[in-house]
C-alpha cells in the first residue's frame, strides 16, 4: 500500500491519498457521455480523455482522501440536477474527483490529479472495468481496437454494480464517508 500525492497541475491545490493499493480502490474507464461534458466544460479533453473519449478512475472512499493545501479552490459541476458532483479546481481546471453526495463514502478520483508518474500500473494495478463503452468514440482506424481491459462492458456490468453496492455497505457501517474533504459536517459542499 501507499499514500500517492494528489496535485493540481498547476500545484496550488495539494493533498494526499492513503493506502492506495490494487485491492483498495478500484481502477475502472468510463466511456459516459457526461464525463465527456465535464472535460470538455473544464477545457481538459486533450489530457482528461484517452483516444476514445474514456476517463480514467480510481474508485476509494472520502476518508482516504486529504486535501493538505488549496482546499478553497475546489469547484464543482453537476451536469444534471440529479447528476454527481464533479469538482474540480478553480486555480487550472484540473479535475479532482466524482462523488454521488456527502453520505455515500465514495469518490472517484480522476487521474490528472494522482502524482503516480509512470507507476500507476503499478499502483492503481490494470484497468478493471471499462464501462459505458457505447459512449466511446470509435476508432476511426478500425484496425485498431478500443482499450482492453480485463472486463469490458456495454454498459454497467451488474457483477461490478454488486461489488460497488457490497463495499458502499460496508464502508458506510464503519463511516468511511468521513473525514470529507469536500462537504463539511453538515452535508453541505465546501464551495458553492
Ligand atoms: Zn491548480
Ligand atoms: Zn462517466
Redesign the pocket.
Known amino acids: 500500500m501507499a499514500d500517492i500525492a494528489l496535485e493540481c497541475s498547476c500545484g496550488k491545490v495539494k493533498g494526499v491519498a492513503r493506502n492506495i493499493s490494487p485491492t483498495t480502490g478500484r481502477r475502472v474507464i ?3 457521455g ?2 465527456q461534458n465535464f472535460a470538455k466544460k473544464i477545457g481538459r479533453t486533450d489530457d482528461v480523455l484517452n483516444a476514445h473519449g474514456g ?1 480514467d478512475i480510481f474508485q476509494i472512499t472520502p476518508s482516504q482522501v486529504e486535501i493538505t493545501q488549496g482546499q478553497d479552490q475546489l469547484r464543482y459541476l453537476k451536469l444534471s440536477e440529479k447528476g454527481i458532483y464533479r469538482w474540480y479546481t478553480n486555480c487550472c481546471q484540473t479535475p479532482a474527483g466524482n462523488m454521488v453526495g456527502p453520505k455515500l463514502p465514495f469518490i472517484g478520483i480522476v487521474h490528472n490529479f494522482m502524482a503516480c508518474g509512470d507507476d500507476s500500473e503499478k499502483v492503481l494495478g490494470p484497468v478493471r472495468y471499462s ?2 463503452e457505447q459512449g466511446a468514440i470509435k476508432p476511426q482506424d478500425t484496425t485498431k481496437s478500443m482499450p482492453s481491459a480485463e472486463k469490458s462492458a456495454g454498459k454497467f456490468p451488474i457483477g461490478l454494480m454488486i461489488k460497488i453496492f457490497a463495499r458502499l455497505f460496508i464502508d458506510k457501517i464503519q463511516g468511511k464517508n468521513r473525514p470529507n474533504a469536500f462537504f463539511k459536517s453538515d452535508g453541505t459542499p465546501v464551495s458553492e
Open positions: 468510463c466511456y459516459c457526461d464525463c476517463t464501462v459505458m
